[in-house]
Nanobody, 116 residues
Framework: QVQLVESGGGLVQPGGSLRLSCAASGTIFSITAMGWYRQAPGKQRELVAVINEGASTNYADSVKGRFTMSTDNAKITVYLQMNSLSPEDTAVYYC??????????WGQGTQVTVSS
């Protein structure tokens, strides 16, 4: 059983920063991808950033230069540093791992609200 737990969301003013974390627990092996996604009200879930095994990080155009994804392989944790936040970044943010022979695991989501 694999569990992903996100944390770090909250309310922030425009121009502010937040750092999200996603910690994995349970029996997890052969991680081939780790990523962050978000879903705003009334919109489809979209990719924010993803690291594929042996490859560089890919970012959505809307967050390039503002968001940075990093990993701590020892802790099986991924982070999303979000800077220069705008109201358009308001959404529920989810992490996703692809592991254990191609299975996808999702966290429960953490709310990010950017508002003055």
């Amino acid at each position: 059983q694999v569990q992903l737990v996100e944390s770090g969301g909250g309310l922030v003013q425009p121009g502010g920063s937040l750092r999200l974390s996603c910690a994995a627990s349970g029996t997890i092996f052969s991680i081939t991808a780790m990523g962050w996604y978000r879903q705003a009200p009334g919109k489809q879930r979209e990719l924010v950033a993803v690291i594929n095994e042996g490859a560089s990080t890919n970012y959505a155009d809307s967050v390039k230069g503002r968001f940075t994804m990093s990993t701590d392989n020892a802790k099986i944790t991924v982070y999303l540093q979000m800077n220069s936040l705008s109201p358009e970044d308001t959404a529920v943010y989810y992490c996703r791992f692809t592991a254990n022979r191609g299975r996808d695991y999702w966290g429960q989501g953490t709310q990010v609200t950017v508002s003055s």
